[in-house]
């Protein structure tokens, strides 16, 4: 039933800190993160009716109806968000505290989320809003802002030709990566909406929505916040690692199992969500579960594994079912830390690259690279990193 009454999301969000020009090179400073307060209007209850597909149909739209009669919940937003990167920043955060609080998977394909834009535009200075556009026909939080990009600098430049912006809905069209007049609305009551006379509006006591909170899990912001605290993450690790409950969860399992927090944390931002991409697939849904995948970790750790091979070794885990130790012996795939080995191949490899051996006395630190590819070779991929490139710069002075 609907619920009145004012709410809000805390949304992190990423601003440029301007240009630099003290220095006269006129650099870009780095963005920093700022805490956004975006207010909720209201929430209501809604009777979905279908979902229009317009992508891959030409000549027309097919009507979805498997989610006909189905409750859709409505969370209105104040007009608080200033920027398209807050919109998308904002939508993320909505959509990981849904996910955490076991609301909804959100689902944008399967139609479990959907989100329409409204976008006004004012001259600086002025308090009252423009003239309201909605935009509609998003289907990803990529779409949403390069819409609102798009209508922006629409409004912005009829405004200054001169023209009137029209309260209407707009569609968008990713392809052409812009907006068409889809039908034209003068109020509210053009949406046509009709209430559920059964379902009258209340406003929840102070008391009753204190109490609920009490009950909620952890959420993502102090989410975060913990893993920057209790483990030592970078903002920008924790707020990534956050962003979906489960990778957060299977980051967690990762690190109780004993890998160092950092180290879990870049493996699974970088290579295992990319092995999960490539294969479509959800990390809930992973053949390496966070008690195997923090085994492989620990082989690179002890120094059994270099971190080129743990990557191959992961795929074959994915591929084959079996655990990281179970491969390494079926494979042979040990690193090499035989000083004694490394040195033997350092040495063809010096010998082998004599112009990388000059480039790098004479500075450039990049022509290192070459000789310790050339080792990499000689040992089929495993010899171990470090102490190969302490020998090589040993030996080369």
Not at 6 to 20: A, L, P
Not at 64 to 72: M, S, T
């Amino acid at each position: 039933m609907p619920v009145n009454g004012r709410g809000y999301v805390d949304v992190e969000t990423k601003i440029d800190n301007g240009t630099d020009f003290s220095s006269g090179s006129g650099a870009t400073t780095p963005e920093r993160s700022v805490t956004r307060r975006i207010g909720i209007t209201r929430a209501h209850l809604e009777e979905d009716a279908g979902k229009l597909i317009h992508e891959g149909v030409a000549d027309g739209s097919l009507v979805d109806y498997n989610r006909g009669g189905v409750p859709l919940l409505e969370i209105v937003s104040e007009p608080d968000i200033r920027s398209p990167r807050e919109a998308y920043d904002y939508l993320k955060a909505l959509k990981a505290i849904l996910q955490y609080a076991e609301v909804s998977d959100c689902d944008m394909e399967k139609g479990s989320l959907r989100c329409d834009a409204n976008v006004s535009v004012r001259p600086v200075g002025q308090e009252k809003f423009g003239t309201r556009v909605e935009i509609k026909n998003l289907n990803s939080f990529k779409m949403v802002e390069r819409a609102i990009q798009y209508e922006i600098e629409r409004q912005t430049c009829a405004l200054e030709d001169g023209e009137s912006i029209v309260q209407e809905t707009r569609l968008w069209d990713d392809p052409k990566g812009m907006t068409y007049s889809m039908r034209f609305k003068e109020d509210a009551h053009d949406y046509r909406y009709f209430p559920d006379p059964d379902l009258v509006p209340f406003t929840l006591a102070r008391e009753t929505v204190e109490a609920i909170r009490k009950t909620l899990p952890e959420l993502p912001l102090d989410r975060a916040k913990r893993f920057m605290a209790d483990y030592g993450l970078p903002e920008y690790d924790a707020y990534t690692l956050v962003e979906d409950k489960r990778i957060s969860e299977y980051f967690e399992d990762v690190v109780k199992a004993g890998v160092a927090a950092k180290t879990s944390s870049n493996w699974i931002l970088t290579e295992l969500l990319a092995v999960l991409n490539t294969k479509n697939l959800a990390i809930e849904s992973s053949p390496v579960p966070p008690e195997s995948f923090a085994r492989l970790l620990r082989l690179i750790e002890d120094g059994t594994l270099s971190g080129k091979m743990a990557k191959d070794v992961l795929g074959m885990m994915f591929d084959t079912g079996k655990d990281a130790e179970t491969i390494v012996k079926e494979k042979g795939l040990v690193q090499v830390s035989d000083t004694s080995l490394i040195e033997k191949a350092v040495e063809k490899a010096i010998a082998a690259n004599p112009r990388a051996v000059e480039e790098f006395k004479a500075g450039k630190q990049k022509a290192l690279g070459a000789i310790v590819g050339f080792v990499m070779k000689e040992t089929q991929g495993k010899a171990n990193p470090q102490l190969t490139n302490e020998i090589l710069r040993r030996k080369l002075g």
